[in-house]
């Protein structure tokens, strides 16, 4: 059983938007700080985007102002939306949980991973 699902991925050409969607199971939803990572091929995954349960969030520099996470604690889903893509965005892009509730971007925070969604945006 998946604990965390991710859909809206695809391929999109610079400028463009995409909205990426994680669904969580109840079970560890919760009141935990939850992220977006990505790995661009040949590069070590990053922090794009975390939410705490207050709805408070934080983004990677490369990102401010073009991306927004979201979270609906009803519904237990997470999301990105994404605008203003760049050739850069280009990467496969993982929702994650964190061990805490408490928000930080070091990916050795989160214990619960999604499978993963790729973006590819071309020039």
């Known amino acids: 059983q998946a604990h965390l699902v991710e859909s809206g991925g695809g391929s999109v050409q610079a400028g463009g938007s995409l909205t990426l969607s994680c669904v969580f199971s109840?079970?560890?939803?919760?009141?935990?700080?939850l992220g977006w990572f990505r790995q661009a091929p040949g590069k070590e995954r990053e922090g794009v985007a975390t939410?705490?349960?207050?709805?408070?969030?934080d983004y990677a520099d490369s990102v401010k102002g073009r991306f927004t996470i979201s979270r609906d604690n009803a519904k237990a889903t997470l999301d990105l939306k994404m605008s203003s893509l760049k050739t850069e965005d280009t990467a496969m892009y993982y929702c994650?949980?964190?061990?805490?509730?408490?928000?930080?971007?070091?990916?050795?925070?989160?214990?619960?991973w999604g499978q993963g969604t790729q973006v590819t945006v071309s020039s």
């Open positions: 109840t079970d560890i939803y919760s009141s935990y700080c």
């Open positions: 939410v705490d349960r207050f709805g408070r969030t």
């Open positions: 994650a949980r964190a061990i805490g509730s408490s928000c930080a971007m070091d990916q050795q925070l989160y214990n619960y």
